[in-house]
């Protein structure tokens, strides 16, 4: 599917084959239980190919490096995690667990998003929906602990569409960060920026996008001028859950109590946040990312648009 969209075959003189939109494959193997994990992905590629794109969960899998799952994939990846048999990859490991999929048949290394945005990168895939975009972790002066999202949102092109920062991290050192190293920073239609379970984190949009074309815009113009660095748009959760901060505190005091450390505390404090609040956080995490793929469809499809109009003109 993914091969059949970039190839362009079948088209006329002009027209560009629809966006391919990248998909995470960490949500699936590590942000959710089973089955809902496999729902929620076949929903999002359903709507991202409803939002007339083509979708492309990527991940490492018999060595090789998959962009786009066919349906039987989709399922083990999604039993690999319960399973234990899948890693959360992030880029640094890339090629040390790329070789560790060819020598263990049936393991999975599931991409971040700082590993989707790379290999989205190489693939020549612009657009990228996924949950929620690590940070900055609370307490940054004693564990310089700060997520490879950041870095790598600064270093590639891609257009990621996300709930903002997940809320157990330090919002305003992030968008320091990210403001810092040069990452366009906006939010679709809220004039605060926000903090995934909760459309208001307490920090105020960087820049405010109102429709697809004012984002695919951006997005050209920034291709234009050589920027470096991709653009972050944060989509308020459109189901948001209330008193989650005191889940997240005290999931938080929890992991450090257990000693839980670096790219497993995300997974961990989601999945006790879950267990606290009766599964409420898990229905709010779901809807949040397909919202995130309905702006991302949106805006992709613009981007095509505008493309296709100026090779037009």
């Not at 929620?132 to 940054?140: F, I, L, S």
């Not at 602990?145 to 949102?153: F, G, K, P, R």
């Not at 105020?204 to 074309?213: H, Q, R």
């Amino acid at each position: 599917e993914v091969l059949a969209a970039q190839s362009g075959e079948g088209l006329a003189d002009g027209q560009l084959p629809p966006p391919v939109i990248a998909l995470e494959s960490t949500i699936v193997s590590h942000g959710m239980p089973y089955p809902q994990n496999l729902d929620t992905a076949l929903s999002v590629e359903s709507i991202v190919r409803e939002g007339g794109c083509v979708p492309a969960t990527i991940a490492l899998n018999e060595g090789l490096v998959k962009v786009g799952l066919e349906l039987h994939e989709l399922e083990d990846l999604a039993r690999s995690g319960p399973e234990s048999r899948a890693t959360k990859c992030t880029t640094r490991e890339l090629g040390a667990l790329l070789n560790r999929t060819a020598l263990s048949p049936g393991s999975w290394a599931s991409t971040t998003v700082a590993s989707t945005c790379h290999l989205a990168e190489l693939a020549g895939v612009d657009f990228f929906v996924t949950g929620g975009t690590g940070g900055v972790h609370r307490g940054y002066e004693e564990t310089m602990d700060a997520s490879a999202d950041l870095t790598e949102l600064a270093r590639c092109g891609t257009t990621v569409f996300s709930a903002g920062v997940k809320s157990i991290l330090d919002v305003p050192r992030t968008l320091e960060f990210l403001e810092t190293h040069g990452v366009t920073v906006g939010v679709w239609r809220s004039d605060e920026f926000p903090a995934f379970f909760s459309p208001e984190s307490g920090c105020k949009a960087p820049m405010v996008f109102d429709t697809y074309e004012e984002v695919a815009a951006a997005v050209r113009n920034n291709k234009m001028l050589r920027l470096d660095g991709g653009l972050l748009l944060a989509c308020p959760n459109p189901e948001p859950l209330e008193g989650v901060d005191e889940a997240i505190d005290a999931a938080v005091r929890e992991a450090k109590e257990g000693g839980v450390a670096g790219k497993d505390v995300t997974p961990f404090v989601l999945k006790r946040v879950s267990e606290i609040t009766g599964g409420d956080s898990l229905a709010s995490n779901i809807a949040l990312v397909e919202n995130n793929a309905r702006v991302g469809a949106g805006v992709a499809r613009a981007y095509r648009d505008l493309v296709e109009a100026e090779g037009s003109g």
